[in-house]
């Protein structure tokens, strides 16, 4: 089965080539990546032509223009231009660990989407793996024990790796634990649905949409704990201006049956 790791990123290109390295390093390498860029400068294009070279796997640019925070619009770009049969999707300052891929792979399941979790880390912590590009992925549990004394992450259950026992990860309805930086699902379930709403513009919800409409399809979620966690680099808060009108938009949609987005990968492709 071919994997597209989907990864949206804007105006970042520090945090994204450290996460394209990662995946370089991955010990699954059956493989493609899909960067969906919302608008970015120039700086990202040519660091993504430099690692296309280098790498040994396909990444594929999928861009649009800044319009505006439109990350479902370009998930949705994103999925459209990609050939594997599930796709993994990742936000622009999450690093995976070596065994990302290898583990999504095992949690893959016909009818589920897999919540991924996170790991925070600090704001010093993240400006020193950027500013000296420290391979984090690499590290050992040494290494993390010693960032968790020195407070660079609050956390260190997350680290375990567990990947087993699939009927204990069936979590049903639990929507709310569907993280939009670090999810799976198979391409199908996610064209079944038409995938993400552009309606959602702005911060907020878009990732809980997704989830409701998965669920009121049928899907249900599995939980990718202690298996599939993300370095999460810190990052200043997005523009919440949106927030409250795309809250109401989801509490509609949770207490409606609409499986498809209104505005999706279908209207995507019939703007073209």
């Not at 860029?37 to 040519?46: A, F, K, P």
């Not at 660990?97 to 095992?106: C, D, E, G, I, Y």
């Not at 669920?215 to 409250?244: F, M, P």
Request: charge should be positive; aromatic fraction near 10%; include cysteine.
């Amino acid at each position: 089965m071919k994997i597209s790791v989907i990864i949206s990123t804007y105006n970042r290109p520090d945090a994204l080539q450290l996460i394209l390295q990662a995946l370089n390093d991955q010990t699954d390498k059956n493989f493609e990546v899909i960067v969906g860029d919302d608008g970015s400068r120039s700086d990202t294009t040519l660091m993504i032509r430099n690692m296309q070279k280098i790498c040994n796997y396909k990444i594929v640019h999928a861009f649009q223009e800044d319009q505006g925070f439109r990350l479902s619009r370009v998930r949705n770009l994103a999925a459209s231009l990609s050939s594997g049969e599930y796709l993994i999707f990742l936000d622009g300052d999450c690093i995976p660990r070596t065994s990302f891929v290898k583990v999504h792979r095992m949690l893959a399941q016909k009818n589920c989407i897999v919540a991924g979790n996170r790991i925070l880390l600090s704001e010093s912590f993240t400006r020193q793996i950027l500013l000296h590009g420290i391979k984090i992925w690499h590290y050992s549990v040494l290494d993390w024990v010693k960032a968790y004394l020195k407070h660079d992450i609050k956390r260190l259950h997350p680290f375990i790796t567990f990947p087993y026992f699939h009927y204990l990860r069936l979590l049903h309805n639990s929507w709310k634990k569907v993280r939009g930086c670090n999810f799976a699902l198979f391409k199908d379930d996610f064209f079944k649905v038409n995938g993400c709403d552009s309606g959602f513009e702005g911060w907020g919800y878009e990732d809980s949409d997704l989830a409701v409409r998965l669920i009121h399809a049928g899907i249900k979620v599995k939980s990718g704990r202690y298996a599939t966690a993300v370095l999460h680099l810190w990052h200043k808060e997005n523009d919440r201006t949106n927030q409250e009108h795309n809250l109401k938009k989801l509490q509609d949609r949770i207490n409606s049956k609409i499986i498809k987005a209104a505005d999706g990968i279908r209207e995507l492709k019939n703007e073209n």
